[in-house]
């Protein structure tokens, strides 16, 4: 699977690299090396993070299905009790 980021999210990560570059690194790097490091990174770091991202949101799915019944739970013939329980409080 190739993991592709939006064009604007990749300018961002270009203008990124050049600023850590100029703050950390001796010489400055230009648009292409930059893009080149970029695109370096997706194919080569990129799956790891993506596919922890897959497993920490399988694990919040799973929480929320095995709690399904707790959250979507209703009690089943309940007409007749509320309506008792109002006659009760009438009197």
């Known amino acids: ?4 980021i939006p ?8 203008a990124s690299i050049q600023r850590y570059f100029e703050e950390n690194m001796p010489e ?9 490091l970029l695109n370096f990174f997706i ?6 993070i993506y596919n922890q991202a897959v497993a920490d949101a ?3 799915m799973q929480l ?3 709690d399904l019944n707790g959250e979507l739970f209703a009690d089943e013939f309940q007409y007749w009790p509320k309506i008792d329980a109002k ?3 009438r009197r």
């Open 1 to 4: 699977m190739t993991i592709e």
């Open 7 to 14: 064009k604007q999210a990749r300018t961002a990560g270009i």
């Open 28 to 36: 400055p790097i230009g648009d292409l090396p930059a893009g080149l």
């Open 43 to 48: 194919e080569e770091i990129g799956p790891a």
């Open 58 to 60: 399988q694990v919040r």
């Open 64 to 66: 929320r299905v095995s």
């Open 87 to 89: 006659q009760k409080n």
